[in-house]
């Protein structure tokens, strides 16, 4: 009998976005009847106890892969993805791919021609969106290849759009931005005092990060707040995607990153019920507009007028656009949608 299989492991703590969008797939795979072929999932902080019980899962996933089994590996996997894969091949099972973050990109510690060497080992790749898999293809990635979309994002809590009720009727709109704080990845929002002239920008992180950051009547400064906590309680009515030191355009790593990547940050503000701003220039503006779940702008400059022109009504639809994918993530549509492709297509090859 075939068996759909992963590999879990211990994570350093649950509240980086990484961790939880890795452990959110675990939950839905579990869901779906999927084995866990390695370790019981733990969270110990040690790095050299995080070391030993990881490589034991490894260990003893390759006694435990059988014959006709099919592995959602979740990448990166640092040490172990090509091993992994190889031992699957050994006893012959297959292996679907699922990206989360693509090392040539974001962090740059390998080669573009060393990531596609290393993702051939997989059967099938899952990537993050229709652009990054465009892109994996254009740069010599031959292997059969789907797309996620948007990232699922598991909560007990729901934000519909009855929670927000007639708020944006009667005051300045409130743009959310939820994230850590940092010179190379945030730096634009010093300069949004001088432009926010026509709404509020509500900032929760540490601004200890940002040296320079100041409030003012048109930045507010909440401080961190945990993830759940931000889901039952943020007031806002858009949430921002947007990195660089740029108010015209999403700069530097992290934010041309945003051309090519899923953030996860964007579901986090559709469970919290919020709708999001992102760059035009985005892998998942795309996705933004025809789901109808917020406003693309080529500049944050632009934001003021465009919110100016969104009616009551506008927001509204938005708002239950917002309610219908946010039920979708919490149910892991996308990672079952996308499965259930790649399911197919490994049946009749």
């Not at 779906?32 to 260990?59: C, D, E, H, P, S």
């Not at 005092?193 to 930045?219: E, F, K, M, R």
């Not at 979708?328 to 259930?340: D, I």
């Amino acid at each position: 009998m075939q068996r759909i299989c992963y590999i879990s492991r211990n994570y350093r703590g649950l509240t980086s976005s990484g961790n939880k969008a890795k452990t959110d797939y675990e939950d839905t795979l579990a869901e779906m009847g999927a084995v866990n072929l390695a370790l019981r999932r733990t969270t110990y902080r040690n790095k050299v106890l995080t070391f030993v019980l990881n490589l034991m899962g490894i260990v003893k996933y390759a006694f435990c892969v059988r014959k006709d089994d099919v592995l959602v590996l979740q990448y990166p996997l640092k040490k172990y993805f090509t091993l992994v894969c190889r031992v699957a091949h050994w006893r012959k099972a297959r292996v679907v791919a699922l990206i989360h973050d693509l090392g040539s990109m974001r962090r740059r510690k390998l080669t573009v021609g060393q990531e596609i060497s290393r993702l051939s080992n997989a059967d099938y790749v899952i990537a993050s969106n229709e652009v990054m898999k465009q892109w994996l293809e254009q740069k010599g990635l031959t292997i059969p290849m789907g797309a996620l979309g948007l990232h699922d994002y598991r909560s007990d809590i729901f934000r519909g759009c009855e929670v927000r009720g007639t708020r944006y009727e009667k005051k300045l709109p409130i743009i959310v931005y939820a994230g850590a704080l940092a010179m190379r990845k945030n730096a634009f929002m010093l300069q949004m005092g001088d432009i926010a002239n026509d709404y509020q920008l509500h900032v929760y992180g540490n601004a200890d990060g940002l040296p320079g950051l100041q409030p003012s009547p048109s930045v507010v400064i909440k401080g961190f707040m945990p993830a759940e906590e931000f889901i039952a309680k943020v007031e806002g009515d858009y949430g921002l995607v947007w990195d660089g030191d740029s108010l015209d355009a999403c700069t530097g790593n992290f934010g041309e990153y945003l051309r090519y990547n899923s953030p996860h940050k964007l579901s986090f503000y559709i469970r919290a019920g919020l709708p999001v701003v992102v760059w035009r220039e985005a892998a998942l503006a795309s996705i933004v507009e025809k789901e109808g779940i917020g406003l693309c702008i080529d500049s944050i400059r632009q934001l003021g007028e465009r919110l100016a022109a969104i009616t009551p009504e506008q927001h509204a639809t938005m708002l239950r656009n917002v309610s219908r994918v946010s039920q979708k993530m919490s149910e892991g549509g996308f990672l079952r949608n996308a499965l259930q492709e790649a399911m197919l297509h490994l049946k009749t090859s």
